[in-house]
Nanobody, 124 residues
């Protein structure tokens, strides 16, 4: 019933910007924590940004100061604004929705629903 659909991925040059969006549909009874993960080939999955039900945010050190996560509860969307992109940011980016009142942890614990991912490629 619940689906997460990412959009906005693509090819961008280093130093450029990209904005990812995640649309949530289905039966949701409350505002829940959401996050963005990414995974590059041969690399472990990484939690890059998190936003809880109250709007508090956290970022991985590797993206802090460059990425901004936000949500629009009225539209059931969460976005990731990515600025000053680096080749190291190249990955498939996944939107995630938490279970109940759980927070999302870097390991992925707390996630109930995942999007299918959108590819971001940053060229040097």
């Amino acid at each position: 019933q619940v689906q997460l659909v990412e959009s906005g991925g693509g090819l961008v040059q280093a130093g450029g910007s990209l904005r990812l969006s995640c649309a949530v549909s289905g039966s949701i009874f409350s505002i829940k924590s959401m996050g963005w993960f990414r995974q590059a080939p041969g690399k472990e999955r990484e939690l890059v940004a998190h936003i809880d039900a109250g709007g508090s945010t956290n970022y991985a050190d590797s993206v802090k100061g460059r990425f901004t996560i936000s949500r629009d509860n009225a539209k059931n969307t969460v976005s990731l604004q990515m600025n000053s992109l680096k080749p190291e940011d190249t990955a498939v980016y996944y939107c995630a929705l938490a279970r109940g009142m759980l927070l999302i942890r870097p390991s992925g614990y707390g996630v109930e629903y995942w999007g299918k991912g959108t590819l971001v490629t940053v060229s040097s």
